[in-house]
């Protein structure tokens, strides 16, 4: 076991490589009542290519990492959400386009939960019947999402930017996609990705490390698992320009919906150099366009944008991306003074005083994030998967510069690179 100290933000941080390859990350927080772990994969939606050690490539059907979650919970003897609510426990699980995360919450109980969290992710059980039950159950949720207008626009957008590459595939699939998985499949990618060596325990809160860590071991110890080599991942080529500029759908909506965006090379895959593009492309955009700018301002005087409006930055194997917007009166004169307002903020430079501005209030957020055990343990681990340490983010955004931020908004905001995907309200509209 090793300790990570880190005396700035009153942390210790625990880690341990288990014989079978499981990566195990105890933060204890002493005083806390709740405990949070999370077990992840490095496995999401964006996987559908792939290559195990031994094995030929492989092409699966869109959405199997999702369908994968939504059977772990089954087990012969009933369903999982029971024993841990039994246990005083809540639970529940998530796939993105990398990673899939099996999670629970408890304030007591907690070494029996942690038992169960790894005891259910690493006893599948499928048959030919529970996976065609899933099938019209996931396909329904398929359907429900195409109704849900927030959903729409912003999946409208990847699919604006990308072409080939599988992040512009709605995470659970499409209805074809779901009803073609069968329970070989599911148990091939199982057999692939959640092998311990691909995985990563994270468990925060009042807890006893040494206690916990044995607790673990001694779970894993029980259980037996094949030697597992590296997974190659493959993506198919995806050219610099966006797929269509524009997409729009229509929905019921009082309001129409703008989800805007620019899309770029993904640049570094990990380490600090990956992390410290995605903080940079953060805080410029805060800088233009957070609550505190004079555009944010200028747009709701405007009655352009509500409080719905935000920004994000997504990047991931073969992806990157920014996603801008919200509800608004006027999706074309959003468009254009934020354009405009880009465009100017490219010319001039964002000012020292704004840049210094953002990044106190940007490291403001990060420690009072630092109090919560499952924003601690769902980034902890994000960060990791790309090569970087949560806990050193203080670090980067202390060394970064105003012209480092200016020359990363110069590269970013490429007028040729940005698409708008807007939902608009059709007959029926509220």
Request: proline share 5%.
């Amino acid at each position: 076991m090793t300790v990570r100290n880190y005396p700035k933000l009153q942390e210790t941080l625990l880690v341990a490589k288990l014989d079978n390859g499981l990566e195990v990350f105890i933060l204890p927080k002493p005083g806390f009542t709740k405990t949070y772990a999370t077990f992840t994969t490095r496995y999401g939606s964006v996987d559908n290519r792939f290559r195990a050690a031994g094995h030929e490539e492989r092409r699966v059907p869109d959405g199997i990492a999702h369908f994968l979650e939504h059977k772990m919970f089954e087990e012969p003897e009933g369903d999982v959400f029971a024993r841990f609510a039994s246990q005083g426990a809540s639970a529940n699980a998530f796939t993105s386009f990398d990673r899939t995360v099996y999670l629970f919450s408890a304030t007591g109980a907690v070494e029996a939960n942690v038992d169960t969290l790894l005891d259910f992710v690493q006893n599948p059980y499928f048959t030919d019947e529970n996976v065609e039950k899933e099938k019209g159950i996931i396909v329904q949720e398929i359907n429900m999402y195409r109704d849900n207008a927030d959903w729409r626009v912003y999946f409208g957008l990847i699919e604006a930017l990308y072409r080939n590459h599988p992040v512009h595939i709605d995470i659970a699939g499409t209805p074809d996609s779901v009803r073609s998985i069968t329970k070989e499949m599911l148990y091939d990618c199982y057999r692939t990705f959640y092998h311990p060596s691909n995985m990563t325990l994270f468990i925060v809160g009042g807890v006893d490390a040494d206690a916990m860590l044995e607790r673990i071991k001694a779970n894993q110890a029980r259980k037996t698992f094949e030697p597992a080599g590296p997974i190659e991942r493959f993506f198919p080529e995806e050219s610099a320009e966006v797929r269509t500029p524009r997409k729009e759908a229509t929905l019921p909506v009082s309001l129409p919906k703008c989800i805007f965006g620019y899309k770029e090379e993904p640049g570094p895959q990990s380490g600090d150099a990956a992390i410290r593009r995605e903080l940079t492309t953060k805080l410029m955009l805060d800088a233009l366009l957070g609550a505190s700018s004079p555009l944010y301002q200028e747009l709701y005087d405007d009655n352009l944008i509500s409080d719905s409006f935000g920004h994000e930055y997504n990047t991931g194997p073969g992806y990157a991306f920014s996603a801008i917007g919200g509800d608004t009166r006027d999706p074309d004169a959003l468009l254009a003074k934020v354009g405009q307002a880009f465009a100017q903020a490219a010319e001039r430079g964002i000012e020292e005083a704004v840049f210094e501005r953002t990044r106190r209030k940007r490291i403001g957020a990060y420690l009072r994030m630092l109090n919560s055990p499952e924003a601690i343990a769902g980034e902890y681990t994000r960060y990791y998967l790309k090569g970087g340490d949560l806990f050193k983010v203080v670090e980067l955004y202390e060394s970064m510069t105003v012209g480092e931020i200016n020359e990363r908004l110069r590269e970013h905001a490429d007028p040729s690179r940005l698409a708008v995907s807007i939902v608009r309200g059709g007959e029926g509209s509220a």
